[in-house]
């Protein structure tokens, strides 16, 4: 005969699953016969006796769903997603429910999360995809071709706003690619889908679809939607650093500043002519800007730059002061100013060197110190314009000279003036100073 050598955990588990195998039986039979209610009771009823069991809070989440609870359902889900987050199946129930409910931003996230959690797994890949691709989760998209029928354009419009209304963004997209099928000129169509392409980041869809649409002079002619699809596009060039092609789709709108009284595009030809490094050509544009909006703190900002890489301090300090009021929260406002005005104070006192100015040099020097303690080369201006004292330096020669008029003889006084002279032009000549 022989001994049962199972663990005591083991007895206890082989307990506990024979006095749930009543309830499974029944669970199994209700969920054959879509009593949902009863399912729903029968896995809290287990759940109080294995709390830990992963299937039986599995199919009482998916009771909730089969009874349009989605929102018990989808607050148990997430529950799942903490309490077991090494698997994998929470993640993607949720994020299923959430892209049946339209929500597949919210989907989206879920998953990324997954990711991080659970791994990079080849399901949470699939689901991925099927956020991004309508057709392999199975949701309706109308077929269009050319030539097809206002009805069945009217009815692709009406879904296309559905499921921009639910926050079911990449089905909305699908729709309006098949009306361009259909009417690949329709200008309100092709802005509705740029803006949900900008919206979604998707950027290089957005300039596949619009380059080819605004390089055809005939046809971008007649579109009433031409700038606003214009401006969506140069949009994502400037951001890609495209300089030169976004200014030549917006040269044909406006060839000069005063031609035009729509801020967006003066500064977008602005910003292609810094990035062209044609600095000239922009101030113009900007300049436009500020007269039809005075307080328009971008352009107040690009000017003051421009400013900055010129040497014009003053105007770089004045620019950005106005930028700076019009944009207190900005730190990077606030730290060109603070640059700018230290390099007046550092021009000021290089010139009042030049022209020995000592004490203005050294009050510029000093006041640049307090302005930014660590700035290069002002303190050992300082510290020459102290060591060299010209008008000390000068008393101590007469002085010098009239102490030994009798006790050397003239040969002798000439060599040691002539000498002191000389150190003396070495040292304005460290500070640049020309006698």
Wanted: hydrophobic content about 45%; proline content about 5%; overall charge negative.
């Amino acid at each position: 005969m022989t001994k049962d050598k199972s663990s005591p955990a083991d007895i206890l588990r082989h307990q506990a699953a024979d006095n749930l195998l009543p309830i499974i039986n029944q669970l199994n039979l209700a969920e054959k016969q879509q009593s949902w209610p009863l399912v729903e009771q029968l896995c809290k009823q287990a759940l109080q006796q294995d709390s830990e069991n992963f299937e039986l809070w599995k199919r009482l989440a998916h009771s909730y769903e089969s009874q349009a609870e989605y929102v018990q359902a989808e607050t148990l889900w997430r529950h799942l997603t903490q309490r077991f987050a090494s698997k994998p199946e929470p993640y993607l129930a949720l994020a299923a429910l959430q892209r049946r409910r339209g929500a597949s931003d919210a989907a989206r996230v879920v998953l990324g999360e997954a990711e991080q959690r659970v791994g990079n797994l080849m399901e949470i890949k699939r689901s991925l995809g099927e956020i991004d691709n309508p057709w392999d989760f199975g949701t309706e998209i109308p077929q269009l071709a050319p030539g097809a029928s206002a009805h069945d354009l009217a009815g692709a419009l009406q879904h296309a706003q559905q499921h921009l209304d639910s926050g079911r963004f990449a089905e909305a997209e699908a729709v309006l690619e098949q009306i361009l099928k259909a009417k690949p000129y329709a200008g309100k169509v092709h802005l509705s889908l740029a803006q949900l392409r900008k919206r979604r980041a998707r950027n290089v869809e957005l300039v596949n679809q619009l380059e080819p649409l605004l390089s055809d002079s005939i046809i971008s002619v007649g579109l009433p939607e031409r700038l606003a699809l214009t401006l969506l596009l140069v949009d994502v060039l400037l951001s890609q650093s495209c300089w030169q092609q976004a200014d030549s789709f917006l040269e044909p709108l406006v060839a000069n500043p005063a031609d035009s009284d729509l801020v967006d595009l003066l500064l977008a030809r602005a910003e292609c002519a810094i990035g062209m490094n044609n600095d000239q050509a922009a101030i113009p544009w900007l300049e436009r800007c500020l007269e039809l909006k005075p307080e328009f703190s971008r352009a107040e900002r690009l000017l003051a730059e421009l400013a900055v890489r010129s040497g014009d301090w003053p105007k770089a300090i004045a620019g950005l002061t106005r930028a700076l009021a019009l944009e207190p929260d900005v730190a990077e406002i606030g730290s060109l100013l603070e640059r700018a005005r230290c390099e007046q104070l550092w021009n000021s006192g290089e010139e009042a060197l030049q022209q020995a100015a000592w004490q203005d040099a050294a009050e510029f020097y000093r006041q640049l110190l307090q302005l930014s303690p660590s700035y290069p080369m002002a303190l050992e201006r300082l510290d020459l314009i102290a060591s060299l004292n010209p008008a000390e330096l000068i008393t101590a020669v007469d002085i010098e000279l009239v102490n030994n008029i009798n006790k050397d003889d003239p040969a002798s006084r000439l060599a040691q003036i002539s000498a002191r002279i000389d150190r003396f032009e070495a040292q304005l000549k460290i500070l640049g100073v020309g006698i």
